[in-house]
């Protein structure tokens, strides 16, 4: 079946705009997480969906960061005002349920420059 | 919360050699320990896993083992291959297993040389 996706793979941008990133989980999934990858860094959570609610957004670096679920499927990540430390792969993944014990199925990334 | 540490962050082996890398949790809570295997421009994906009810978990080439009492957790590849070569990273619950979200590790990147 089809995995997890997101778009844009690619998204550069001037510094100061808004950007919106999207990801498709997996059918079925309640569980949805988005995490920050930086060069040569790990992979930093930034916050987790159970369904359409957050539990958790402490990850989030900024309030220029925010995301939103709906329908209890797909997500977006909206960052306002972007600087250049915002640059770095946004990974999103997603798994059965909300339990740890449940493997976490990564999309592509969206690779975001900010000029 | 849970804090993860990771060591090394670079290691580099001849291939047939072991390759070990420890990850340390900060949450006696915690009770399990995923390890995600990233190669180079693909997605991270799930190798392997121990929840704290057992000491050591082996799948083929890889195991990884569990030592509560010191709160460390190690990812051991014998026999290694180039396709090993890759980007590791373990992971922690982020409140002990009770909810979903993990926090990984810094991450090891591993090369194997032929």
């Known amino acids: 079946g089809a995995g997890v996706s997101q778009s844009p793979s690619n998204k550069v941008t001037e510094k100061g705009k808004d950007v919106e990133l999207r990801c498709d989980p997996i059918?079925?999934?309640?569980?949805l997480y988005w995490y920050r990858q930086s060069l040569g860094q790990g992979l930093e959570f930034l916050i987790y969906?159970?369904?359409?609610?957050?539990?958790?957004k402490s990850g989030l670096p900024s309030d220029r960061f925010s995301a939103e679920r709906t329908g209890g499927s797909v997500s977006t990540l909206t960052i306002q005002r972007t600087q250049q430390e915002d640059s770095a792969v946004y990974l999103c993944?997603?798994?059965?349920?909300?339990?740890?014990?449940?493997?976490?199925?990564f999309g592509p990334g969206t690779r975001l420059t900010v000029l | 919360g849970e804090n993860v540490e990771q060591h090394p962050s670079t290691l580099s082996v001849q291939e047939g050699d072991s390759a070990v890398i420890k990850c340390t949790y900060s949450?006696?809570?915690?009770?399990?320990f995923p390890w995600y295997k990233q190669e180079l421009g693909k997605r991270p994906q799930l190798i392997i896993d121990?929840?704290?009810?057992?000491g050591e978990k082996k799948d083929q080439r890889i195991a990884v083992t569990l030592n509560k009492t010191a709160k460390h957790f190690s990812l051991h590849i014998t026999e290694t291959q180039p396709e090993d070569s890759a980007v590791y990273f373990c992971?922690?619950?982020?409140?002990?297993?009770?909810?979903?979200?993990?926090?990984f590790g810094k991450g090891t990147k591993l090369s194997v040389k032929p």
């Open positions: 949450d006696s809570a915690s009770n399990y």
């Open positions: 059918s079925g999934h309640t569980a």
């Open positions: 993944a997603s798994s059965f349920s909300g339990s740890s014990y449940n493997e976490q199925f």
């Open positions: 969906f159970q369904g359409n609610s957050a539990p958790d």
């Open positions: 121990i929840r704290s009810n057992v």
């Open positions: 992971a922690a619950p982020y409140y002990g297993g009770s909810q979903g979200n993990l926090i």
